[in-house]
């Protein structure tokens, strides 16, 4: 059930529609041929109650020297006819009702008040020879009729007006299943125009707007620009393009809402804390002149990294496909001119759409504190099933596992010191893992074993690359 469910819409509904016409099929083969069969027997069973009584008035009107001559010209593979002090159907196992017996009781007109016994049974695969016929013609019989199917026999005892009984014995077959090429045929043109018709349903009214607004979303959760969708399709799937429409206008009102706010604080910020370095530039002692100072600094500092988380949340820059060793190999070689030791293996032709700047900026963030806390930071870049995945390991002194996740928050800061030097703002980690997270990957961090921290950060893949965008 779970790999059904895996499977696609459009290949679920052909399966469904394949799956129906088959058993529709079937149901209807076998119900025809029930009726065929039916109506066969039927058939020949009103055949030979018809025979029968002809035989009885020829013989109870010929004279006796033509009885056997009447009989032999009556006899035929499918029935055989004799005449005997005694019937073949006895008593205990007759059934003297049935639509043959009223046959042959109204053929025989004024002279049907008389006995007739009648015995019906299924008898096992294959077709006997009936007493009485040739075997040759019996073999011919057998071949026509396909003798390896079950078949039915019918016995009658019709009392003669001599005394004696005419005895009648016929077998024949159920009909064999039949699938002429023209059911056949019929069958796979009933199936081709009702898929074909499925399958432009799917794909132009179902489908086709599910699809789309997949995308829609997908892009909508890295941070691009979605335009407004146009609603198609059902009206169910027009009423979820809709509240698609007005949770993306939504999301987007709230998130610039929130970044003007962020941003405007941090620049109303500035102007009195120029004004608090200034008062304290004047400040006589020495070393209250310093603390002042340094504080002041440090929060400038962080209203400096507020202004560039929020400008990091507007995501105003656009996204372009690259192919990420080559990427990785430019920013490492510009972190390498600056004397930071930074060594990269990566794997070609992994291609990614990004906002290079963003993700330049949450990379360097991210082995920035690398080299700050291990001395040196080692890049690697690798394929992950359908994502590309970009780690970075230190030989630092790691993270307390209670504060892997915590980290991540904005203004927390394992370094106790305080130093701007040391410590920064606390806002590294947290302006990437939101660029990270809206390129729609994800970055963990984890301790190593033999000592230091590795973050691994994974990006989404694009299959075909297109043409590369600088």
Known sequence: MRRLAAISLRTQLVILILGALVVAQIVSLFLFVDERSLAVRAALGMEAAGRAANVVRLIEEAPPSLHASILRAADSPLVRFDVGPMPNVQVHDHNTSGPVVERIRGLLGAAGDREIRLDLREIEAGFPAIAGVPDGMARMHSRMMHGRMSAIEMNLSIALGSGEWLNVGTRFQRPPLQWPWLTALSFGLTAALILAAALWFMLSRLTGPLSRLAGAADRLGRGEHVAELAPAGPSEVQELTEAFNQMQARLTRFVSDRTRL?????????????????????????????????????????????????????????????????????????????????????????????????????????????????????????????????????????????????????????????????????????????????????????????????????????????????
Request: net charge negative; with cysteine; hydrophobic share 40%.
């Open 262 to 470: 962020l941003g405007g604080l941090g620049h109303d910020l500035r102007s009195p804390l120029t004004a608090m370095r200034v008062r304290a530039e004047m400040v006589e002692d020495q070393e209250t002149r310093e603390r002042l100072i340094a504080t002041i600094g440090e929060m400038q500092q962080m209203v400096d990294e507020t202004l560039a988380f929020a400008r990091g949340m507007a995501n105003a820059e656009a996204y372009e496909t690259h192919e990420l060793s080559a990427f990785l190999r430019d920013l490492c070689s510009d972190l390498a001119e600056t004397g930071q030791d930074v060594e990269l293996s990566a794997e070609p032709d992994l291609w990614a759409r990004l906002r290079p700047t963003a993700l330049r900026r949450a990379l360097r963030n991210i082995i920035d504190n690398a080299v700050r806390y291990g001395g040196s930071a080692r890049v690697s870049l690798a394929l992950s099933g359908d994502n590309a995945e970009i780690t970075v390991a230190d030989d630092g002194p790691g993270i307390p596992q209670e504060d892997v996740e915590r980290v991540f928050d904005p203004f927390v800061r394992i370094e106790t010191s305080r130093s701007r030097e040391t410590g920064g703002a606390g806002l590294g980690l947290a302006i990437a893992r939101t660029i990270i997270q809206g390129h729609g990957g994800n970055i963990e961090l984890a301790n190593r074993p033999e000592g230091g921290l590795t973050a691994a950060i994974s990006l989404p893949l694009v299959s075909d690359p297109g043409p590369t965008e600088a």
